[in-house]
C-alpha cells in the first residue's frame, strides 16, 4: 500500500502543478486587457495571484475549486436549490434506477443468450451494435417523449439512458462468467445425469459470481455518466448535469466546475462501495482475493 | 387491429425461423450466421412498423419505420452535411488526435517505472468519470465550431486509451525482456520489435472503447452550441419542433456511422493482432 | 571435423561465488561459496533441487543476475561485458517464440538487433534451420509448431549468431520423454558440430548424465556445489549407453551427491 500512494501521489502532484500553471497561463490575458483597459500596466509578479483569484476565470485555479466545492457541499442548506447534496442526490436517484435496471435486463439476456442458441445467434450482435449507437443522440427525444407519454418528472427517461449504458456490461461479464465453467466440469454433471436446470442453478449462476461483481464497477461508472447525459442536453434544473449546464450557461465557471468535481466525488464514492460489495460477496464465495 | 396481427404472427412465425436456424447446421456457415441476427432485426423493424400503426401511435411520439425511411430518403443532403461536421471533422479528427497523444504519452512514461505505477490507478479512476460534462466548458474555449467538438472526443478518449496502453506495454514477459537483455538489445530495439507488437491487443482494447466514446463526445458537445449543422444540433432543434420523423433520421446515420467505424476498428484488429488466441479460437 | 583433443582454455571462471537476495522473511543465499572452472568445448551440466541456485548460476554467468560477492570471468571479461558482445546463446524453458513472426522471422531477431546485413541473415536463418532439421519450417507461425519444434526453433535462434557459448535453462523440461530423447540425441550431434560450451540447467539424472563432460551436483540453502564429476564416458555417445555399467554408476554418485547435499544445512 505504501509502494503504491508514493507514485499515485506524485502523478496527482504533477497533475496539480500542470492544472496551476494552466490557470496562470490562460487567465493572464484578461488580466492583461483589463490593465489595458484602466491604461495601467502591470508585472508579471502582480499579474500572478490575480489570475488565481478571478471571479469568472477562464481556468479557475485548484483552490478555487475546492473552496466552491466545499461551499456547494456544506455551506447550503442540504434541500436547497444551491446545495450540491442536493443535486447529487437527484443524479444519483436516477443512476440507482439505472443501475438496477442495467442489472436486470444484463442478467436477463445474459441467462437467455447462454441457454438459448438462437437467443445467442440473434441478440448478442444486436447488444453489441446497440453500444455502437450513441444513447445520448437518443436522450432529448426520450425525456419528451416520455413527457408527452404522461410520465412525470426526469427520474425514468434518466433512468432508461443510464439503463442502456450500464446492461452492456453487466451483459458481456454475465455471459462470459456463465460460459466459464469448463468441459471437465460439465462433463461431470453429465455423469449425475444432471437437468439443464441443474447445471444452470448449481454449476453455471455460482461460476459466474466473480464475473458478475467485477462488471459491476464499470456498470456503475457508466449508469452515472448516463444520468448525467440525460440531464445535459435537455434543460434540466435539477442534478449535477444540470448545474453543470447552468453554470456554463449563465457564465459562472466556479459553479460548473464544482458541480463537475462534486460528480467526479460522486462517482469514486460509488465506484469504492461497490468495490466493497465486491469484496465481500468474493470472500463468502471462497475466491482468493 | 389488423396490423397488430400481421405484426404479431410474423414475429411468432420469425421466431420459430430463427430457432430452427440456430439449430440446424445452417450455422456452419458464415450466410447462417449472419441470417439469424438479420431476422431479428427484420422482426423488430417490422413489429415496430406493425404495432405504431395498428395502435394508432401518435407520430410526435414515435413514428414507424416506414414514415423514418421516407425521411431519410429525402433528407440525404442535410443528413449527409451533419455526417460530415459531426462524425468526420469532430469525432474522427479527436479520435486521432487522443489516441495518438495517449499512446504517445504511455510511451514516454514508459521509461519511469514511477511513475507508470502512479499513473494507472489514477487514470483508471478518471477514465470511469463522466467526462462528457466538461463539454460545456470546452465549447467556451475553442468556439462554437468543430474544434470544440474534437476537443471533448480527446478529452474522453485519452485516458481510456492510455490506460490500455500502458497496461500493454507491461504486458511483455520478463523472461521475453531476458532474451533482448541476452542480445544486449538497446532500450529502443526492445521497444520496437517485443513490447509494441505485444501491446497491440491491449491497445485495440481502448480503440474499440474510444470509437463509442468519440461519437458521443461530438454529439453531446453540439448540444452546447454549434454551428447551424451537426448531428446534435438537428436532434436538438427537431426535438424542440417535434420533428421525430428527423431526430430517428439523424439516429439512424449516427447508428450506422458508429457501427461502420467500430467494425473497420475490429478488421484493423484482426489483421493487426493475427497472432492472439482470442483471434485464432473460433 | 571436431578435434577431440579439448584445448583447456577456461571460458567461464567463477571464484568464490556469492549471492543474496533480500526477502520479507530474511536474507536467501541463493549463491554461497560458488567455484567452478569451465573449459573451452565443456558440455556442463548443472543439477539439484529447487532452489539449490543451478539456474541463479546460470543467470550470474549471463549477467542477468549479479553476483553480491566472489569473481567471475566470461571469456576473459566481466559477464556485463561479455553479454554485451554478444558471447552466448540463451534457452529458456519455455520457447518465448513471438507469435507475430514467423519461424524464421523469430531466428532473425537477434540477427536484426546486433546489425547483420539482410543476405546475411538469411544466409544464417537458412543454416541453423537445417541444423536443428527445421528446414522448410521458416514460413509457420509458432502455434502451427509441436512444443518440441518449438523448442528447436528456440535452440536454432540460439545458435544463429555463432556465440561461442550456449546456455540452457531446462529447456526440454516442458516435453515428453520421447520427444525428449529425441532432443537430447540432437543437441549432443550439434554439439559435437559446432563445438561450443554449454551450460546446461536441468532435474534429470538421467539427462545429466547422457548429455555432460562434466556434472556439478548443487544443494540447496543455501545454494552450493555438492559435487563436480568429470564422466568418464565418451564424447561419442549413442543412447544405449544409458544400460551401461560406467553410466549407471556415475548416476549413481549424482544421487549420492543430491541426497548428501539434501541432508545438511535444513
Known sequence: MMARSGPVLAVLGILLAVWYLAAVGMNAQWERDQAARAGTKVTWAEILPQTMAQARPVVPAPHQVAVALWDGLTAQAVTSKRSLVYHGYITLQATLVGFALGIVMGVALAVGIVQSRAMDLSVMPWAIISQTIPIVALAPMIVVVSGSIGIEGRLIPKGVISAYLSFFPVLVSMVKGLRSPDAMQVDQMATWSASAAQVFWKLRLPASMPYFFASLKVAIAASLVGAIVGELPTGAVEGLGARMLIGSQFGQPLIMWAALFAAALLAGVLILLVGQVERLARARMGVPA | MIWIVAALAFWAAAWVANIR???????????????????????????????VRGLGVPGVILPPPSVIWAKITTSLPTLWIDFLQTFVKGALSGFAIGCGAAVLTAIAIDRSQFLTRGLLPVGNFVAALPVVGIAPILVQWFGFDWQSKAAVVVAMVFFPVLVNMVAGLQASERMQRDL??????????????????????????????????????????????????????????????????????????????????????????????????????? | MKDTTHIADPVIEARGLNLTFATDDGPVHA????????????????????????????????????????????????????????????????????????????????????????????????????????????????????????????????????????????PFGALDEIVRDRLNEELLGLWA??????????????????????????????????DVIDSPLPRDRPLEIRDSQAFIEIAHRVREGLRAGHGDGI
Open chain 2, 21 to 51: 436456424l440456430a439449430n440446424s447446421g445452417a450455422v456452419r456457415t458464415r450466410a447462417g450466421r449472419l441470417a439469424v441476427p438479420a431476422i431479428f432485426g427484420i422482426t423488430v423493424l417490422v413489429v415496430w412498423e406493425g404495432l
Open chain 2, 180 to 282: 533482448m537483455a541476452t542480445w544486449g538489445a538497446s532500450y529502443w530495439q526492445t521497444l520496437v520489435k517485443l513490447r509494441l507488437p505485444a501491446a497491440m491487443p491491449f491497445l485495440f482494447n481502448g480503440l474499440k472503447i474510444a470509437s463509442t466514446l468519440a461519437l458521443i463526445g461530438a454529439i453531446v458537445a453540439e448540444f452546447f452550441g454549434s454551428p447551424v449543422m451537426g448531428m446534435g444540433f438537428r436532434i436538438s432543434t427537431e426535438v424542440g419542433r417535434l420533428g421525430l420523423d428527423m431526430v430517428w433520421a439523424e439516429i439512424a446515420v449516427a447508428a450506422l456511422a458508429g457501427s461502420v467505424f467500430y467494425g473497420l476498428i475490429a478488421l484493423t484488429e484482426r489483421a493487426v493482432t493475427f497472432w492472439h488466441p482470442s483471434q485464432r479460437t473460433k
Open chain 3, 31 to 170: 549463491l554461497k561459496d560458488v567455484s567452478l572452472t569451465i573449459e573451452k568445448g565443456d558440455f556442463v551440466s548443472f543439477i539439484g533441487p529447487s532452489g539449490c541456485g543451478k539456474t541463479t548460476f546460470l543467470r550470474c554467468v549471463a549477467a542477468l543476475e549479479h553476483p553480491t560477492g566472489g569473481t567471475l570471468t566470461v571469456n576473459g571479461m566481466t559477464a556485463d561485458e561479455a553479454r554485451l558482445k554478444r558471447a552466448y546463446g540463451f534457452v529458456f524453458q519455455a520457447a518465448g517464440l513471438y507469435p507475430w513472426r514467423t519461424i524464421a522471422g523469430n531466428i532473425r531477431l537477434p540477427l536484426e538487433i546486433m546489425g547483420f546485413s539482410r543476405a546475411e541473415q538469411d544466409a544464417r536463418v537458412d543454416r541453423v534451420l537445417d541444423l536443428v532439421e527445421l528446414g522448410g519450417f521458416g514460413r509457420k507461425y509458432p502455434w502451427q509448431l509441436s512444443g518440441g519444434m518449438q523448442q528447436r526453433a528456440s535452440i536454432a535462434r540460439a545458435l544463429a549468431f555463432d556465440a561461442d557459448i550456449l546456455l540452457m535453462d531446462e
Open chain 3, 193 to 226: 558440430r559446432t563445438g561450443k560450451t554449454i551450460g546446461f540447467v536441468t532435474h534429470s539424472i538421467p539427462e545429466a548424465v547422457y548429455l555432460s563432460t562434466k556434472i556439478v551436483v548443487m544443494s540447496p540453502r543455501p545454494g552450493r556445489i555438492t
